[in-house]
């Protein structure tokens, strides 16, 4: 027989899950300003910085000539490089800044409804599905919806992944949150042999370039690139922080949630399926960036504490610069050619995912 706890008990719990430090609750106002400023700034590095370099005020100058034409500054640059600032780098700086912004607020969210700090889109195979779906679209199925084909096959290859890792799990009786990772992994390592078959079977003059897709890329970016990767995040930062409140309780246990009135099976099925059309539209864009999802959230919660309302927008503030600074360094460590950018944070991630380990093994 389930007791119900007491309210005055149940309140304190959710308080103490939502504590913050006291240097950082100090600091949580300045903090905001100094992540927006970060943000700029990176995106006007991500601009300036390649193989032509733009000084930062012609960088600013070209966008605020192509904003207000003629009436904010007077050009003063070749239009080469206002094409290589307006027409290239600075599409490709805000998908860097959607994908990273959308895969933390993904990871963050995946922790939380299931109680692991390992969970990330990556892990549980989320991804790997995108990629099968994305792929289907790119070499056999051909734009039969025109730009919207690869997002919409992507998401419906991460909600099937996702649905199959949560049968699989439920089947073998893998209910931990650990062994929820493991059936994660064991289902991705399938998804990924199946999209390898696709490859395989495709047009061989395509495969080079799904081959390097797959390992992340944001080389391909436009302006109407853009629309999508925004109007789902948008959409998916405003539903979940709506739902900041049941987020927290979940962190807690499904038997406070429940008691809370918290229908925790259609509740966490729900955030599963906004969390695979948020990666399906990422990946669709970007290729298969991992990682992402699993350190930010990590990060965020020792600057702004457990409470996610907090977590969630500042994890898509530091998952947008940090993926902004990734794809610096996946187009400057080995110019002039471009290393994909999943290599760079599979390495840095690679390395926080041991030290997460350690760190959860000393607890």
Known sequence: MRTTPDPETVA?????????????????????????????????????????????????????DKI???LL???????????????????????????GAGLALVGAVLQAVTRNPLADPHLLGISSGAAFGAILALLHTG???????????AFLGALCSTLLVLS?????????????VLTGV????????????????????????????MLGGLGLAQWGHLL??????????????????????????????????????????TCFVVAALVT???????????????????????????????????SMLVGAIFLVWADIAARTLMRPEDMPIGIVTGLVGGVFFIWLLRRKGRM
């Open 12 to 64: 304190p719990a959710l308080a103490a899950s939502a504590r913050i430090p006291v240097w950082a609750g100090q600091m949580r106002r300045g903090l905001w300003g100094a992540g927006v400023v970060a943000l700029v700034l990176s995106l006007s590095a991500a601009v300036s910085i390649g193989a032509v370099p733009v000084p930062l005020l012609t960088v600013w100058g070209i966008i605020a």
């Open 68 to 70: 207000a034409p003629g």
């Open 280 to 314: 399906g539209v990422m990946v669709a864009f970007s290729g298969v960036i991992g990682f992402v999802g699993l350190m930010i959230p990590h990060i965020v919660r020792l600057l702004v504490g457990g409470d996610n309302a907090r977590v969630l927008p500042a």
């Open 73 to 99: 500054v007077t050009p003063d640059w070749t239009a080469g490089r206002a094409a290589i600032v307006w027409d290239i780098r600075l599409p490709r700086a805000l998908l860097a800044a959607l994908v």
């Open 168 to 180: 699989v799990a439920s089947f073998a009786q893998a209910t931990s949150a650990d062994r929820l």
């Open 143 to 153: 734009m039969f919806l025109g730009l919207a084909t690869v997002p919409l096959l």
């Open 186 to 213: 064991a289902v991705s390592f399938i998804v990924m042999a199946l999209a390898n078959i696709l490859i395989f079977l495709g047009d061989p003059r395509a495969a080079h370039t799904v081959v390097f897709w």
């Open 228 to 269: 999508w990767p925004a109007l789902i995040l948008a959409g998916a930062a405003v539903m979940f922080r709506a739902v900041a409140g049941s987020l927290n309780a979940m962190t807690i246990g499904d038997e406070t949630a429940s008691t809370l009135g918290i229908p925790v099976t259609r509740f966490r099925l």
